[in-house]
Antibody, heavy 129, light 107 residues
Framework: QITLQESGPTLVKPTQTLTLTCTVS??????????VGWIRQPPGKALEWLAI???????RYSPSLKDRLTIVKDTSKNQVVLMMTNVDPVDTATYYC?????????????????????WGQGALVTVSS | DIQMTQSPSTLSASVGDSVTITCRAS??????LAWYQQKPGKAPKVLIY???TLETGVPSRFSGSGSGTEFTLTISGLQPDDLATYYC?????????FGQGTKLEIK
């Protein structure tokens, strides 16, 4: 059973950098075929895919936010960290981390965006002065 | 970017009804589509992946179909517990995108 838990500040001021941590249990981030992504949801609005990091340390970002996002992993703590620079009130949202199952066969595991099967409970972040 | 357009935005139906939600992609995504159910205040839950594969533990009244640019999620024999917002997600391209959601209301 994979579980994910988001943590971070609940309130951030405009122009600051938001740092969110996803602690993963039940799978090692260094294991081949493991990928964790971040998704956000402004209040009352739709889901928005943000970024994903793979076991190999490959990363993918939403084109609209890639200049502001950095995703990294700490395998010693089994955590994935998302950093967003220069936040604005429009970045107010619930931020989710989620596990992306990866297809693997005898040739190896394939780096590609996928769906999310396990989700954290979400962390509400408000951007306001 | 691949845009995902869901219809309708809101749907009202009675217990026992069958309902269909449509998701259209701005270009072909083959079968790389997932459907999620999100209940108020909760994280999304995957129902269907690869357009038509039912996630383990999801009731068989949920079904998905389609390929290319047009996909559907059908809920047969609507239950009160199905009150939720439903999202599609494409994962064909370098990065992924979600639809804008369909809110299902139970009459």
């Amino acid at each position: 059973q994979i579980t994910l838990q988001e943590s971070g500040p609940t309130l951030v001021k405009p122009t600051q950098t938001l740092t969110l941590t996803c602690t993963v249990s039940g799978v090692s981030l260094s294991t081949s075929g493991v990928a964790v992504g971040w998704i956000r949801q402004p209040p009352g609005k739709a889901l928005e895919w943000l970024a994903i990091i793979y076991w190999s340390d490959d990363k993918r970002y939403s084109p609209s936010l890639k200049d502001r996002l950095t995703i990294v992993k700490d395998t010693s703590k089994n955590q994935v960290v998302l950093m967003m620079t220069n936040v604005d009130p429009v970045d107010t949202a619930t931020y989710y981390c989620a596990n992306n199952p990866i297809k693997c066969d005898r040739s190896g595991c394939y780096i590609a965006p996928g769906y999310f099967d396990y989700w954290g409970q979400g962390a509400l972040v408000t951007v306001s002065s | 970017d691949i845009q995902m357009t869901q219809s309708p935005s809101t749907l009202s139906a009675s217990v026992g009804d069958s309902v269909t939600i449509t998701c259209r992609a701005s270009r072909s995504i083959s079968g790389w589509l997932a459907w999620y159910q999100q209940k108020p205040g909760k994280a999304p839950k995957v129902l269907i992946y690869e357009a038509s594969t039912l996630e383990t533990g999801v009731p068989s009244r949920f079904s998905g179909s389609g390929s290319g640019t047009e996909f559907t999620l059908t809920i047969s024999g609507l239950q009160p517990d199905d009150l939720a917002t439903y999202y599609c997600q494409q994962y064909s391209s370098y990065f992924s995108t979600f639809g804008q959601g369909t809110k299902l209301e139970i009459k």
